[in-house]
C-alpha cells in the first residue's frame, strides 16, 4: 500500500465516493478509506429516491405539536430510546430550537441552495461510472390520507415551491389512475415532477467505487481511527497502528465521523437517525415509481431486486441492535399499502447522519488547515452527494465553489 497521497477521503459511501471521484477528476493521487462492508452505509439501504424537491426539513413548528403523539403512540413512524434521549439532551434541545418558525425558513432556504445544483454534481459521475442505467427518470407522488395531514404540510409545500420546486398536487383518482395497486387511503397527494430515483443504490455505490479503481485510485479496506496535522500534511492512523501520509483529508464517514479523533469532526453535534427498510422479492411489479405515505413516514420503492419500503426515524445512537418492532412496523405498513405481501423477504437498518439543524457540514474543520468535513446529510445523502464531492475538489484545489456554501460551514455551530 502506498503511503503518502494528495487527497486522502475516508467514508466510502456515496458522499465519500463522490469527494474521491471529483479530486481524481482534477488530475489528484487519492485514497478512499473505509472498512465497512457493502451493505453497512445508509447509502446502500435508502429508499433510492434522487429528490430534487425534498428538501423540507425534519425540523418543523409542526412537528413539536404532533411530538407526543409521534413518541407514545406504537403504531408512529418516531421512535426514541428514552434513556438514550436523556443522555443527549442537548442534542435534542438544539434540535427542538431548530423547529421555531424562523429557523426553518432559513434551513429551508439552505437545503434549497445546495439542491438547486445537485444534478450537475451527481449525473457526470453517474456518466463517469458507467450507472446511467440505474437511474429512472420519473415523477415520485407523495400521499396524504387525511385533511389534517395535508393542511399539515401547506406550508411547507408552499415554501419549497417559492423557492423552485416543481411539484403540483394531484386527487385520489389521479394517484390510482397512476399506481391501480395502491391500497393505503389517500386524500390528495403532491407529484414531484422534477424526481429520479435509482434501482439499485447498492450496486450505484459499487460503480462509483469500481470507476475509481480503475482510473488510478487506491481503495484502502481498513478503519481510520485518528489523525493530526503536521506541518502542511495531514497524519492519518489506521486500525492496523500504520500510517498515511496526505495533503488534505476529507472526512465523509456519515454518522461514524466523530470516531475520528482529531479530525474536528468530534466536536460537532452529529448523531443518527437509525433508518430501516423492508423488501419483498419480486413484487417491483406493483409500483411504477417512489410512492411515500406521510402517516406511515416511509417510501415503497420499486427497485431492481424487489419492492424496497425504507423510512421510519429512530433516535437510538450507533450501539444498540436494529429493533424487531421497527421492522414489524414497516412490514405493517407495507401490507396496509398493498395487498398481498406477507412477510418481508430482506430486512436491514442503518444509520442516517443528522445535526440538529438538518443541514450537512461542507468545508474546512474548525481550527484546521487541510481537514475538510463532509456530512450530516441526513434524509439527502444520496441527492446531494455528488455536488458535496464536487465542493470538496474545488475547496482542495482552492477554489470559490459556484454557489455560497457559506451555510454549510462547520464553524456554524461555534
Known amino acids: ?82 434513556v438514550y434521549a436523556l443522555t443527549h439532551l442537548p442534542w435534542m434541545l438544539k434540535f427542538l430550537r431548530a423547529c421555531a418558525p424562523d429557523k426553518v425558513a432559513h434551513i429551508t432556504e439552505q437545503l434549497a441552495n445546495i439542491t438547486n445544483h445537485v444534478e450537475a454534481g451527481f449525473m457526470p459521475l453517474a456518466k463517469r461510472a458507467g450507472a446511467e442505467d440505474l437511474i429512472k427518470d420519473i415523477a415520485s407522488i407523495y400521499i396524504y390520507s387525511t385533511k389534517e395531514y395535508f393542511e399539515g404540510d401547506a406550508a411547507s409545500i408552499e415554501s419549497r415551491r417559492r423557492l423552485g420546486a416543481d411539484m403540483d398536487v394531484i386527487d385520489q383518482d389521479e394517484v390510482h389512475e397512476m399506481e391501480p395497486h395502491l391500497r393505503a387511503p389517500v386524500y390528495k397527494a403532491l407529484r414531484s415532477n422534477e424526481n429520479k430515483y435509482i434501482i439499485n443504490p447498492g450496486e450505484y455505490i459499487e460503480r462509483l467505487k469500481k470507476c475509481f479503481a480503475s482510473d488510478g485510485g487506491e481503495f484502502i479496506n481498513a478503519a481510520a481511527m485518528s489523525c493530526s496535522e503536521q506541518g ?119 444509520f442516517r447522519p443528522t445535526l440538529p439543524d438538518s443541514v450537512p457540514v461542507i468545508g474546512l474543520a474548525p481550527g484546521k488547515r487541510n481537514i475538510l468535513l463532509a456530512f450530516g446529510h441526513q434524509h439527502l445523502g444520496l441527492t446531494m452527494s455528488g455536488i458535496t464531492g464536487r465542493v470538496i475538489a474545488d475547496l482542495v484545489q482552492g477554489r470559490a465553489p459556484n454557489f455560497d456554501i457559506s451555510g454549510y460551514s462547520p464553524s456554524r455551530f461555534g
Open 1 to 82: 500500500m502506498k503511503r503518502n497521497f494528495d487527497v486522502a477521503v475516508i467514508g466510502a459511501g456515496a458522499v465519500g465516493c463522490a469527494c474521491a471521484l471529483w479530486n481524481q477528476d482534477t488530475g489528484l493521487d487519492v485514497a478512499l478509506i473505509d472498512k465497512s462492508g457493502p451493505t453497512d452505509a445508509a447509502s446502500y439501504g435508502n429508499a433510492g429516491i434522487f429528490s430534487v424537491t425534498g428538501f423540507a426539513p425534519l425540523n418543523s413548528p409542526g412537528l413539536i405539536r404532533r411530538l407526543p403523539k409521534l413518541m407514545f403512540d406504537n403504531d408512529s413512524p418516531l421512535s426514541i430510546d428514552w
Open 232 to 350: 502542511d500534511q495531514v497524519q492519518v492512523r489506521i486500525d492496523d497502528g500504520s500510517t498515511l501520509t496526505c495533503n488534505k483529508l476529507v472526512i465523509a464517514a456519515g454518522a461514524h465521523s466523530k470516531k475520528i479523533v482529531g479530525s474536528g469532526a468530534e466536536k460537532l453535534p452529529l448523531d443518527t437517525e437509525r433508518g430501516y427498510h423492508v423488501v419483498y422479492h419480486g413484487a417491483q411489479s406493483k409500483l411504477t415509481r417512489p410512492v411515500g405515505w406521510s402517516s406511515g413516514g416511509l417510501y415503497a420503492t420499486p427497485m431492481e431486486t424487489g419492492l424496497r419500503i425504507a423510512g421510519t426515524v429512530e433516535l437510538a445512537g450507533l450501539n444498540k441492535p436494529p429493533s424487531p418492532r421497527r421492522m414489524e412496523y414497516i412490514a405493517g405498513m407495507a401490507n396496509k399499502m398493498f395487498d398481498g405481501l406477507g412477510e418481508p423477504d430482506e430486512t436491514w437498518m442503518g
